[in-house]
């Protein structure tokens, strides 16, 4: 079968470092997107990774490990607006997205 | 601003109504999606159209019913709905073409609650 994991709820303060982690197990492997979502809006794209490593854009990074299914995305100088819910995907065998569930993410002051 | 949009953004119905939702990109794409987001779930793929041409279609009952008159719209008609079919739906848009990392453009959903 198919399965994105991550967590339902994570906290973090403005100004500080939060990692959210994704495994996965899925037929085949064509890349995994983060989107972000907030509140009665629309998901948003966030980074792509196809090879193992770190990409880095801004104050975001996604990582990730295809031998050990994984990948988090690290969130740098949290702000208010960063409160949302962050939706890990991978892109199957037959390039179809299956998403997690998404970790809703909120920042406090 | 996204380029996709969707409409209504919010729909109340009965079991025995028939609606329709609405969604139009204006991104160029070739590519077009319906998901259905619940709350707790992942988001489910329904249908997968590419070049107007339904290639995907998620065990979905047939109580929905996706149109694609052309690239850059899509329809969900909806009759005869149950009430654990109230979710958001999610429609999304993607170029097709030899690029890995063409990631998928979506609209703000409609919230659909069926009464």
């Known amino acids: 079968g198919q399965n994105i994991d991550q967590p339902t709820e994570m906290t973090a303060t403005e100004g500080a470092i939060v990692q959210i982690n994704c495994t996965y197990q899925t037929s085949g492997f064509n890349g995994l997107f983060w989107y972000q979502q907030h509140a009665g809006e629309a998901p948003t794209f966030l980074s792509y990774n196809v090879l193992d490593g770190l990409e880095e854009k801004g104050r975001f990074s996604s990582f990730l490990s295809r031998s050990k299914g994984y990948s988090y995305l690290l969130l740098k100088e949290l702000q208010m607006k960063d409160s949302a819910s962050y939706l890990c995907a991978v892109r199957d065998h037959t390039d179809k997205l299956i998403f997690g569930t998404g970790t809703r993410l909120q920042v406090f002051p | 601003e996204t380029g996709v949009t969707q409409t209504p953004r919010h729909l109340v119905m009965g079991m025995t109504n028939k609606k329709s939702l609405k969604c139009e990109q204006h991104l160029g794409h070739n590519a077009m999606y319906w998901y259905k987001q619940s709350a707790k779930k992942p988001l489910e793929l329904m249908f997968v159209y590419n070049f107007k041409e339904q290639t995907e279609n998620n065990s979905v009952p047939s109580r929905f019913s996706p149109e694609c008159p052309n690239s850059s719209h899509l329809f969900l008609h909806l009759h005869t709905l149950q009430p654990e079919d109230s979710a958001l739906y999610l429609c999304?848009?993607?170029?097709?073409?030899?690029?890995?990392?063409?990631?998928?453009?979506f609209g703000p959903g409609t919230r659909l609650t069926v009464t």
């Open positions: 999304a848009s993607s170029p097709l073409t030899s690029q890995d990392s063409y990631e998928q453009y």
